[in-house]
């Protein structure tokens, strides 16, 4: 509290505050900062948490990628299969991409349209 000795005489000429309020007014600050720095290290321990089962997931995922791929080199059949479906989902892709487009295009047209009316 020494550090705040001489901003609280300077405070107490100015406006005859009582050196007991300014003081319990401090401690509210010092508390409110201490349950600030407490949430906020609440919510990094929360994203170490996602950081660290993201990275599991990854890993996971990593493995069955590579299961799927020694499965579709070993079975001929399968290869042509996971290229006909990639090569539908491209397709189905483009058409929806294609939707939106034509939907935003549509509604910036009814807007200029609107704008002139």
Same mark, same amino acid.
């Given at each position: ?24 007014? %401090?401690?509210?600050e ?23 089962? %993201? ?49 935003? %295009?549509?509604? %910036?047209?009814y ?7």
């Amino acid at each position: 509290m020494e550090l705040f000795r001489g901003s609280n005489n300077n405070s107490n000429k100015k406006d005859g505050s009582d050196p007991a309020m300014e003081q319990l007014k %401090l401690l509210r600050e010092r508390n409110a900062i201490d349950n600030s720095m407490k949430s906020a290290s609440s919510v990094l321990n929360q994203a170490a948490s996602v950081r660290t089962e %993201l990275r599991s997931q990854g890993a996971s995922l990593r493995e069955i990628t590579g299961a799927m791929a020694s499965i579709a080199n070993n079975i001929p059949g399968v290869n042509t299969l996971i290229d006909k479906i990639r090569q539908k989902r491209q397709r189905d892709d483009k058409v929806v991409s294609g939707v939106v487009a034509g939907c935003i %295009l549509f509604t %910036l047209w009814y807007f200029c349209l609107v704008e002139y009316i």
